[in-house]
């Protein structure tokens, strides 16, 4: 839950007055132009923005009623409860199964045989267990750009999140890694809240079931996604989803 | 300025060319309407060899929307303006036969129609071209108050369809040896009455167009 949620970088506000409600074991869509804010706001929910220097956020974002935004939070448990797939897969120079097993180590986990546990229902889970198990111990970056995105996946699902937020997972892969990836979200969504974004507007409407609509740092719309994309109630919203934007 | 100039262009001539069918389409209503009532087999016969026409537009229109949707992949109103489309190509189409319908029953009574029974169709036929009209008009126009109000008429049509109906037997009854004439003129009203409906299912689509709420108007 989102509330009053504005972002400075500088004298420029990148967010403003941000409400909206990201329901439970759903999939959130994010769309809009580029620039619109909508990745910025992607980085506020595990804290990204904490890297880069003259940022100021205020407002609430509320994770089962504690405010993720606020001074108190530890965020590298944040991050465990909130993680990310970026744009570009970005595997670790490890092989499969370190990669996977990272998160579960980092956290303190020794014991081989949960680590041996964690591992195949992460990948599993990632739908990529079938076309690795027998190369578990070779090298991430020997796997096909859909294969290292859905291992990327398979590394959150490690530590086990509540949220994952995607920013772009399939922009950088081909049409049948991306349907893979799309049908890995539908059964993801049982056991977690995913928030995406997506420049690609097709994929927005087939995956998600809420969508957001970010125009100048603010949400123009948001709704069920079924509506948004056929009887969108904002001008802007009508004019971005049928291209006619700008 | 629009992104979409050739989608938008495309879409413009997707609207023409479904009003030239249209256009098409109510020309056949009035000839075959004519054909009946100036008994008249010429007419009747341009009317029934001009539906190859009309069914010929329909696909060729309908395969425009199709590839439309495949290679645009449509949005919101886009996505609408061509469903629509798509919807009010059947419409007319059928309209279509049943204009050639009538068409053929003009042809099965030419020059033995007693005048009395015949005087039962005007006014049903000015109220169905009416709608029709009005319908189009509306389409053309995105008028939803146009085509609310035209989906009414549709009530009043129904009314007239059976009091004719009523008519026509009590007619025949009284008359016996004209039933083998005047039984097509029970099949005539009907087309009449079906015109209407095709009509009104135009104006729904025209609001949901406009709209996007789908609204059962008859």
């Known amino acids: 839950m989102i509330r009053d949620l504005s972002l400075h970088y500088g004298d420029l506000q990148a967010l403003i007055h941000i409400n909206m409600d990201v329901p439970e074991r759903r999939i959130t869509a994010l769309i809009g132009p580029s620039g619109c804010g909508k990745s910025t706001f992607l980085r506020v929910l595990n804290r990204m923005n904490d890297l880069i220097e003259g940022v100021r956020v205020s407002g609430e974002v509320l994770l089962d009623g504690q405010n993720i935004v606020g001074p108190e939070v530890d965020v590298v448990q944040l991050r465990k409860r909130v993680g990310m797939v970026f744009q570009r897969p970005n595997p670790f120079p490890m092989s499969v199964y370190d990669n996977v097993a990272y998160g579960p180590r980092i956290h303190g986990l020794k014991n081989k045989q949960r680590l041996d546990e964690i591992v195949e229902r992460s990948l599993r889970d990632a739908a990529l267990w079938e076309e690795v198990r027998h190369r578990l111990f070779r090298s991430a970056l020997g796997l096909s750009g859909g294969q290292q995105q859905r291992l990327c996946i398979a590394r959150l699902l490690a530590v086990e999140p509540d949220v994952l937020l995607m920013d772009e997972p399939s922009s950088a892969l081909d049409p049948i890694s991306t349907l893979k990836i799309e049908e890995l979200l539908q059964e993801l969504k049982k056991d977690y809240t995913i928030i995406i974004v997506t420049h690609n507007m097709q994929q927005a409407a087939r995956v998600s079931d809420i969508t957001a609509f970010f125009l100048s740092g603010e949400v123009v719309e948001s709704g069920v996604t079924d509506t948004l994309f056929t009887k969108p109630t904002d001008k802007r919203t009508e004019d971005y989803i049928t291209g006619r934007f700008g | ?218």
């Not at chain 2, 997707?14 to 098409?24: E, V, Y």
């Open chain 2, 1 to 218: 300025m629009s992104n979409r100039r050739a989608f938008d262009t495309e879409l413009n001539e997707l609207k023409h060319d479904i009003l030239r069918m249209a256009s098409l389409v109510e020309r056949s209503i009035f000839n075959a309407l004519e054909a009946l009532l100036k008994q008249d087999p010429l007419i009747a016969r341009d009317v029934i060899t001009g539906d190859d026409a009309i069914d010929r537009m329909r696909y060729e229109t309908e395969n425009r929307c199709i590839r439309l949707i495949a290679t645009q992949q449509p949005m919101a109103r886009d996505l609408r303006v061509i469903v629509t489309g798509i919807k009010i190509l059947i419409n007319l189409e059928r309209m279509g036969d049943h204009a050639e319908d009538i068409a053929r029953a003009a042809m099965c009574v030419c020059g033995r129609m007693p005048a009395k029974p015949l005087e039962k169709i005007p006014r049903m036929a000015q109220l169905v071209q009416r709608m029709v009209k009005d319908g189009l008009d509306a389409y053309v126009h995105g008028d939803v108050e146009k085509a609310r109000q035209m989906c009414l008429m549709d009530d009043d049509v129904d009314e007239i369809y059976n009091l004719t109906f009523q008519d026509l037997i009590t007619y025949m009854e009284e008359n016996p040896h004209t039933i083998p004439c005047v039984v097509y003129l029970l099949m005539v009203a009907r087309s009449l009455e079906r015109l209407a409906d095709r009509a009104t299912n135009i104006g729904e689509e025209v609001i949901y167009l406009v709209t996007g709420e789908w609204k059962e108007l008859n």
